[in-house]
């Protein structure tokens, strides 16, 4: 597990106030996420909010539509008025592919999304990272190598130079066996854990202490796993929503790595942001970008 994370992230967040940018949709406000914001102003950075206004808070309104805050958002980033974004309740996808394709990136959809460590913690205190967590990528292993390299790297960050690896898949080993068959459903759960044990292989070799524990998220988080890589991104999207919204868990952080400086992706579904402030001006501070 990871310990000791939340101290290492607030000691670099509270080197110095940066200037950090959120994005906040009229049509998903509420009175808890102003407060977060607000906190978040007077605790952690220099907070600049584009879209649905918060007293207190510096702000720029750019109207009701998705687009248009989208637009401003970017424009503020791009004329370098802000160190840091945490994403708000801005819809991702627009808001990413626009950023991609101002910053210039030559990079794939994929690869540009994919990479993003997703750190969790549960009701009894296990810190670890999960994903990943899209709904669309990561079902490959390619992908998962990508999302685990991503989050090697960001743990690195905080000085977790040996993270321990789980691997999970969509069955157990007592169930998997590969025969010819017609059933698409099984050869998709076959495929997990193949996955599961190449990735594994893959790892061990590059040093790192790796484990495939089948279906078994528990056993690994038991088992004090520091990544732990899901059979596939829907999937992970689903545990961190079931985790979050039905388990009690806390969502802490979850940078975009592939992103050329500090920025903190967020659940639209989310009441509070303050958490993820203190994230992104430890990435800020910790010159871990740029």
């Not at 109207?63 to 974004?85: R, S």
């Not at 732990?228 to 952080?253: D, W």
Request: with cysteine; glycine share 8%.
């Amino acid at each position: 597990m990871l310990k000791d994370f939340k101290e290492r992230v607030a000691k670099l967040a509270a080197q110095r106030r940066p200037k950090v940018l959120i994005g906040l949709y009229q049509g998903r406000h509420s009175k808890a996420i102003a407060e977060s914001v607000r906190r978040a102003h007077y605790e952690v950075a220099d907070v600049l909010v584009v879209g649905q206004p918060v007293d207190g808070v510096p702000s720029i309104e750019a109207g009701p539509e998705m687009p248009a805050i989208h637009t401003k958002m970017i424009e503020v980033i791009a004329n370098k008025q802000v160190e840091g974004v945490v994403r708000g309740n801005v819809e991702e996808h627009g808001f990413l592919l626009g950023l991609k394709s101002t910053l210039g990136q030559a990079i794939a959809e994929n690869e540009l999304r994919i990479q993003c460590p997703l750190v969790m913690e549960d009701v009894h205190g296990n810190i670890f990272v999960l994903g990943p967590g899209s709904t669309v990528w990561g079902r490959n292993d390619r992908e998962k190598i990508l999302w685990v390299d991503s989050c090697i790297t960001m743990l690195k960050w905080f000085g977790y130079d040996k993270p321990k690896l789980g691997f999970l898949t969509s069955t157990r080993k007592a169930n998997y066996k590969r025969v010819e068959t017609d059933n698409p459903d099984l050869l998709w759960s076959y495929k997990t854990w193949e996955s599961a044990e190449f990735l594994v292989d893959y790892y061990n070799k590059k040093g790192y202490s790796s484990k495939n524990y089948e279906i078994h998220v528990e056993h690994a988080i038991a088992d004090n796993c520091d990544i732990i890589c899901v059979a596939e991104g829907p999937i992970g999207n689903g545990m961190f929503r079931g985790a979050m919204f039905i388990g009690g868990a806390k969502y802490l952080a979850s940078p975009r790595m592939a992103v050329p400086f500090p920025y903190e992706d967020t659940s639209q579904s989310e009441q509070d942001y303050y958490a993820h402030f203190p994230f992104v001006a430890a990435m800020i501070n910790g010159k871990m970008k740029g």
